[in-house]
């Protein structure tokens, strides 16, 4: 196991390896992102990003064939577009969002089979969702997701959409989550629109919600997690077109609020992490039922 001691001044709130498993990206209240080579028992400082100017909340590694791409979303409205030129191996911005009006809390690239999708969720209620082309970067769609602000969103398996249609969801300081589903529609002029529209509203959190995860495993049905700011995590599942229920992870509340939800590659492992510094681990049993599969120790 690899320790990484000192690697940023102030908190660290996100920590991605990439396709790979070979280097390590981190960023934090300092205002900056630290990309890491990693092997079994050591790790090498390779590049320090600096760009914003507010806490980074959250990174995420574009699909390598796209190149090597790293995407970051900061408390200063600003979704960063960082990419490492393969001969020099040096990294730059290749491009600055500031589509957003108050604090970007979460990004994620959509499935590879989608393209390189990017989808941001902000503080100013609003979501968006950023097309790379060969020509250029396609206008930002923005969607008015959340009163009040939207926390989290997180793209839909491929294997969720039969109909290969794009599936994202979201959640919000309404305490609402909320599925959204690209379509093509015509305008009111006779010519061709898209966007997402809202599918499903579902409601069940009291406060906040913190976070959303969809299980990237989907056997005979689809699973998304939240967790909240009421100390609850929500096991929603949809079976086909069926409306989705909704699952008490526990029926007693967790001690501390609910900040991240995390599912296994495989989709039958759920880790949750919270303000009582803990990452607990869960699974559902034969019966349907879910069961603690262990906790992490530091």
């Not at 990004?107 to 089979?113: D, R, S, V």
């Not at 290969?164 to 979201?170: A, E, G, Q």
């Not at 906040?208 to 005979?220: E, G, I, Q």
């Not at 495989?266 to 880790?271: K, Q, V």
Request: net charge negative; charged share 20%.
């Amino acid at each position: 196991m690899v320790t990484i001691n000192n690697a940023h001044v102030d908190l660290i709130h996100d920590a991605v390896l990439d396709y790979y498993g070979k280097r390590l990206a981190t960023c934090s209240s300092d205002k900056t992102i630290k990309i890491f080579e990693v092997n079994q028992d050591s790790h090498t400082l390779v590049e320090t990003l600096e760009g914003h100017e507010g806490p980074v909340w959250q990174i995420d590694w574009a699909h390598p064939k796209f190149g090597v791409i790293l995407a970051s979303c900061s408390y200063d409205g600003k979704i960063i577009i960082w990419k490492e030129d393969i001969n020099t191996g040096r990294w730059s911005q290749i491009s600055v969002f500031n589509v957003h009006s108050a604090s970007v809390n979460s990004i994620q690239w959509a499935p590879h089979e989608y393209g390189p999708l990017l989808l941001a969720a902000s503080s100013d209620g609003k979501v968006s969702v950023v097309e790379f082309k060969d020509n250029g970067v396609t206008e930002p769609l923005i969607i008015d997701a959340h009163a009040i602000g939207a926390n989290t969103a997180c793209w839909a398996p491929v294997a969720a959409s039969p109909d290969n249609t794009r599936r994202f969801v979201s959640g919000g300081a309404d305490n609402l989550v909320k599925i959204w589903k690209y379509e093509q529609h015509n305008n009111a002029d006779g010519s061709n629109g898209s966007g997402y529209v809202l599918e499903a509203t579902l409601e069940g959190h009291s406060d906040w919600v913190r976070d959303v995860a969809w299980s990237p495993s989907v056997l005979t049905k689809s699973y998304i997690a939240s967790v909240s700011q009421d100390c609850t995590c929500i096991i929603w599942t949809q079976e086909g077109n069926e409306p989705w229920k909704k699952t008490l992870l526990q029926n007693d509340k967790f001690p501390d609020v609910l900040w991240r939800a995390s599912w296994s590659l495989s989709g039958n492992i759920l880790a949750l992490s919270g303000g009582d510094n803990k990452i607990t681990l869960w699974k559902e049993n034969l019966e349907s039922k879910w069961e603690s599969a262990g906790e992490v120790e530091q």
